[in-house]
């Protein structure tokens, strides 16, 4: 499936922004959260000071001024004490800072400008033709003696006039943080990384079509695409039906499955993934009641392949992944599942590389690791059981309290756990929530469910 063929559905709620992104057979590929008080650092730039040279790895560890120092590839003719401008790259996990880089990349919906670098780049995205013509006559009448300039994807739609103000939008921010770094060169953040709705704005195709259910953050990105992205004002929609936005499309479900050990297949079969230290499992079954023989087998296996690379990147698995197809007779239409494989991991984001069949008729995977997994950000693993995390708990709380109606106080059971997370980490999403509704939520101890217990007493 083409990132272009798919739509995004936004929920707002005051713990956190969820985006669901859909094909046109309803069927979720991606799930991508911001949370208050843990959104991500990527794209960030900050005043960064070398605290530490690592010879031997080629590294040095700087501090951004976030606690934690982060580290840095390719550190060769830097010492202890330099102070120099950096651009988060990764996210910190599993206890270590996050990775940060000299090479910045300033990011706008047609151009991208990363100071320093000779020449003009083009994306693959912007194709070939009639298209690529208009815009190298146009940019190089723009760009002239400019350099560091690439040209994205949607710039194959885009006016002159969009450009030139995108020029003059990318030069301007580099400008002031220049200056913010010539005045103070301490550990601090120059250009905070923009929200989880503006970068989908920004990195979506030109056919993308967007639904929100937030009203105010609607009227925002209406006027923003308006005058920055006017390409894809056709494609914004504001979802105002009484029921959520994600029960309309059931995602909901989705979600559930997805964090879920087994996946059933259309038309029978299902696969179970199982998670190790080393590597992730996924084993392919038939089901009850289906048809034997290979042609049967082959096409639980062809839908499986398909329903594996889908749930691999809206799980965000990651690392090596081993796959245990049905064995068949036929090696032939086993080459053929690494053919599907190859196809549809082609517009993963991750580096993602199906490196093909063991000599026991496994096919195995490698993918890029990025953040952590869906799993891990949904549910927490106590002995003898997997239950929702009580962060993710919290935050369907206040998604389900902001649309409460009718007469009484808004009263919502928690256990110990969540309203810990409700008066820490997410105290910022309890107080829009409260201003939201006028009133504050009561929180009655009792046990978590799901969805919750969220109603008007």
């Known amino acids: 499936m083409s990132k272009a063929s798919l739509d995004t559905l936004i929920e707002v709620s005051p713990g956190e922004t969820r985006a669901a992104r859909m094909d046109q057979d309803g069927l979720l590929h991606e799930l991508l959260l911001d949370r208050v008080g843990q959104a991500s650092l990527v794209g960030g730039i900050y005043a960064g000071r ?70 003009l780049n083009w994306a693959r995205a912007v194709g070939k033709g009639r298209d690529r013509a208009r815009l190298e006559d146009l940019v190089g009448e723009l760009l002239d003696g400019r350099e560091g300039y690439s040209v994205r994807g ?43 709705i503006d970068r989908l704005l920004r990195d979506a195709d030109a056919e993308a079509r967007f639904a929100i259910d937030d009203r105010v953050q609607f009227m925002r990105i209406e006027k923003m695409v308006a005058q920055d992205m006017p390409d894809l004002a056709e494609g914004l929609l504001f ?65 499986a392949a398909e329903t594996v690379a889908r749930q691999i990147i809206l799980r965000n698995i990651a690392g090596l992944i081993v796959v245990d197809f049905i064995s068949m007779r036929d090696k032939a239409r086993a080459k053929k599942l690494v053919e599907i494989l190859r196809a549809r991991f082609r517009d993963d984001a991750r580096h993602t590389d199906v490196l093909g069949l063991t000599a026991g008729g496994l096919i195995e995977i490698t993918r890029q690791r990025e953040g952590i997994t869906l799993a891990q950000q949904l549910t927490e693993v106590r002995p003898e059981e997997v239950r929702v995390h009580p962060v993710a708990q919290a935050c369907a709380i206040l998604r ?33 929530a409260t201003r939201r509704l006028g009133q504050p939520i009561i929180l009655e101890e009792g046990q978590d469910s799901t969805p919750p217990v969220v109603e008007m007493r």
């Open 239 to 303: 979802h105002k039906g009484p029921e959520q936005i994600f029960d309309v499309a059931g995602v909901e479900e989705q979600i559930d499955e997805a964090v879920s050990r087994t996946v059933s297949l259309r038309g029978g079969g299902s696969m179970s993934f199982d998670h190790t230290e080393a590597m992730t499992v996924i084993d392919v079954n038939m089901g009850a009641g289906t048809k034997q023989g290979d042609d049967a087998i082959f096409q639980v296996n062809r839908r």
């Open 154 to 196: 949607p710039a194959v739609v885009a006016e002159g006039k969009n450009l030139i103000a995108t020029i003059e939008r990318l030069e301007q921010r580099w400008e002031d943080m220049q200056e913010q770094f010539r005045a103070d060169k301490s550990p601090r953040c120059l250009e905070a990384p923009i929200s989880l």
């Open 50 to 119: 070398i605290v530490r040279i690592e010879k031997g790895m080629d590294a040095a560890f700087v501090d951004i001024g976030l606690g934690e120092p982060a580290l840095m590839n390719k550190a060769k003719g830097l010492a202890e004490g330099k102070n120099l401008i950096v651009q988060v790259s990764r996210d910190g996990r599993d206890g270590k800072g996050p990775a940060v880089t000299r090479n910045l990349s300033l990011l706008d919906r047609y151009l991208a400008y990363t100071p320093g670098r000779k020449g």
């Open 400 to 432: 389900l309290a902001i649309r409460m109606k009718g007469a009484g106080k808004p009263t919502a059971v928690a256990s110990g756990p969540v309203m810990e997370a409700l008066n820490g980490p997410l105290s910022a999403g309890m107080e829009e």
